[in-house]
């Protein structure tokens, strides 16, 4: 097992198929980012991931997902997850692990057999405004209604839907109602994610909107219950009584959640991040070219992991990569 000097066992594993990305969403993208038109040879291939995640799931990994970048513009995208049946089908393992996916939802109408083939029941969709137009000012593109389309597509195929949503001051929070209202009709489980600071995402702290405030404001509007929170979950959950979905609050910044941490995370080239905010990297991907044995490497990473924040002090000048480079 992947357990840590703070006894923090990790079985989560956050797998980043590529920084490539087919919106630019101001919070997360750097301006100037550009992105190579074919998979850079430093990239895993389908097959290195798929060795790289049977290690980990020897290692007591239980959970895997997918992310990026956008996962789904990689063009071996469907061969990747569908190598996860393997580890996910319930009539040949003991231990299933859990697939999931992050996505902006642009491509996931190609997707719902391979997401139905490779058990994959669970899809966290970032969609942070119910405006076309400022959907268009905060990605850049003008997507919103095949976002919107494919959110309703997902549900009526019986997925688990999560929608993530950055909030943040003087963007967006005026919509908190809005998505909440959207939980009414729809088995739909919206998370509003405190804004992160990234290198070159132009975060300030004015740009915070706490829990505390949305959860007063939602409670302003609507008749809100608590709901209980299992081991490990990073989410504040309620539900407004009555209504078919819940929402619930990510609160990375005002109340981190990094003593109960079961997360690690691999980049597209193949390094172990042991948290979202370390700055050190461990590289995997180049040892298991030349044949070398990576589990030391991973085993020293996991000792290594530091008590929160990857060490550092989340400020205005936080050093890390971005947040498509380490996948969110
Ligand atoms: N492209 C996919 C998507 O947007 O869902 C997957 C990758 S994206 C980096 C993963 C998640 O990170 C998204 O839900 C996104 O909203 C969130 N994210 C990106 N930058 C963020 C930031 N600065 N603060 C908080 N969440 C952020
Ligand atoms: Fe792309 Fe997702 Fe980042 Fe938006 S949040 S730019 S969709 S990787």
């Not at 850049?140 to 997902?154: A, E, I, P, T, Y």
């Not at 209980?228 to 979905?245: I, P, Q, R, S």
């Not at 609160?251 to 690690?264: A, K, L």
Request: proline residues 4%.
């Amino acid at each position: 097992m992947l357990i840590d000097k703070f006894g923090r066992v990790h079985d989560y594993l956050r797998i980043s198929l590529t920084e490539s990305c087919n919106l630019r969403c101001k919070y997360c993208m750097p301006e100037d980012y550009t992105f190579p038109a074919v998979l850079p040879k430093h990239y895993m291939t389908a097959d290195e991931i798929d060795h790289i995640a049977k290690i980990f799931i020897r290692l007591g990994v239980n959970k895997i997902r997918l992310t990026g970048g956008e996962p789904l513009l990689r063009k071996d995208a469907k061969k990747i997850i569908e190598n996860f049946a393997k580890y996910t089908s319930v009539d040949t393992n003991e231990n299933p692990i859990k697939l999931t996916i992050t996505t902006n939802g642009i491509l996931v109408h190609q997707f719902i057999d391979v997401f139905q083939n490779a058990n994959l029941h669970s899809v966290n969709l970032s969609l942070d405004t119910l405006m076309p137009d400022r959907f268009e000012n905060i990605t850049k593109r003008n997507s919103f209604h095949k976002v919107l389309s494919n959110m309703h597509l997902l549900l009526q195929n019986n997925f688990h839907v999560k929608l993530n949503v950055v909030a943040m001051k003087g963007v967006n929070d005026d919509e908190l109602t809005d998505f909440i209202q959207l939980t009414r009709d729809f088995p739909l489980h919206v998370r509003f994610i405190e804004f992160m600071p990234f290198q070159g995402n132009e975060w300030n702290k004015n740009k915070l909107i706490s829990y505390k405030e949305m959860l007063d404001r939602a409670s302003h509007f609507f008749e809100v219950i608590p709901l209980e929170n299992k081991k490990h979950d990073t989410a504040k959950k309620f539900k407004v009584l009555g209504h078919e979905g819940t929402f619930a609050f990510i609160n990375t910044m005002s109340e981190p959640f990094c003593g109960d941490c079961n997360r690690i995370r691999l980049t597209a080239d193949g390094k172990l991040k042991n948290c979202l905010f370390s700055k050190g990297e461990i590289d995997l991907l180049t040892p298991l070219r030349t044949g070398e044995n990576i589990l030391p490497l991973i085993l020293s990473s996991i000792e290594n992991k530091q008590q929160k924040w990857g060490g550092q002090e989340l400020f205005d000048n936080t050093e890390n990569r971005s947040m498509i480079a380490i996948g969110g």
